[in-house]
């Protein structure tokens, strides 16, 4: 690519199929940031009523639990695979939890990841196919939906993940190793930041749990007691390959915010912002700081665009990159010297469909660009 070259990217802000689940999901949102959660269902002939000799917090884990569960399903995806040279059918499970009349179920990216059929167990043992809608793998947060919505089905509330403190009980439910509705009480262990941000303004925070999960609890809700989901369980740290007190939950407001693309651009692109030094250090260049893209999201702005991420994993300053990818230096009139520069950008641009944006090449070549959304 010629120095200072600008390119001119058709792309879409987004397509009109993704406007129209955009538009969905503000309803969805404005549901459930406004109404109340109507999930104290009984569940059926196996709820057993309640001892007087429970403590008050067996009691409140138990109410937790009676909350939730109606709106907590399990899923089960199949995709092709070819195993000993013949074509074969792998078959998963998964968590995840309705949050909208519509049937919308959030659940972990890497549960429904590469699937080619979808189905929903619900509590009433009845199975739904569903159709995939939004993925973010760096997040592990994924949207799908039934194909043919059943009216009244109970869905959970969404809590808001910024006002959880470290201490406070931490509730999981899910299907771990397909043992449906198996419910576990822990506490809130931490908060994790990890330096990286989704589309340059999203932090890729985690919240740490003791609260058991395993093997087929990804995709399932962590909630307050308030029987509000606060986290959707993604991950855990383990030796053995099973439950050892660290788990990882996607924050709540972390997928509000990828489910809503009201007043920012969608880049498609997960980074890390470097200061002076760490350029310095990383480059070897002179820059104030810049975003140094690690993955570009296929057939995403940033990917049509030529933009692209790291392939050289690599530690240093405390932490790990990956490293080979372009550098962001400035969005529109922002130098990328931190995350604020694309959240400036957002508010100076946001009226247009244009965002200019400067980069280096890996061949230190600098060039521009202009993000054209239609």
Known sequence: MPRNAVIIVRLRKPSRTVNHLLLLLAGVLCVLVTASCSTEVAAGSKERALPDYLTSEESQSARVYRK??????TILTSQKAFQDGREVQQKAVGSGVVISPQCHVLTAAHVVSGADEILVKTQDEKLHPAEFLFSEAG????????????PG??????GDSDQLVVGQAAYAIGSPYGLENSFSVGHISGFRDFGRFY????PATFIQTDAAINVGNSGGPLLNSKGQVVGIASRILSVSGGFQGI????????????????????????????????VARLLNRDLKGGLLIE???KGSPADKAGLQGGSVQARMLGRDFLLGGDLVISFGEE??????CLVDANKRFGASDRLPVKFRLKKCLRASLSL???
Request: glycine residues 6%; negative net charge.
């Open 68 to 73: 939730i569960l109606p709106a907590v399903v």
């Open 139 to 150: 997040a592990d947060i994924a949207l799908i939906r039934f194909i043919q919505p059943v």
């Open 153 to 158: 089905l109970p869905h959970a509330e969404l």
């Open 199 to 202: 589309d340059g303004t999203i």
């Open 247 to 278: 788990g990882f939950v996607v924050p709540i407001n972390t997928a509000k915010a990828l489910l809503s693309f009201k007043d920012r651009f969608w880049l498609g692109i997960e980074g890390i912002y470097l200061n002076e030094e760490g």
């Open 295 to 297: 993955r570009v999201a």
């Open 335 to 340: 130098e990328a010297c931190s995350s604020e």
């Open 372 to 374: 054209v959304f239609l």
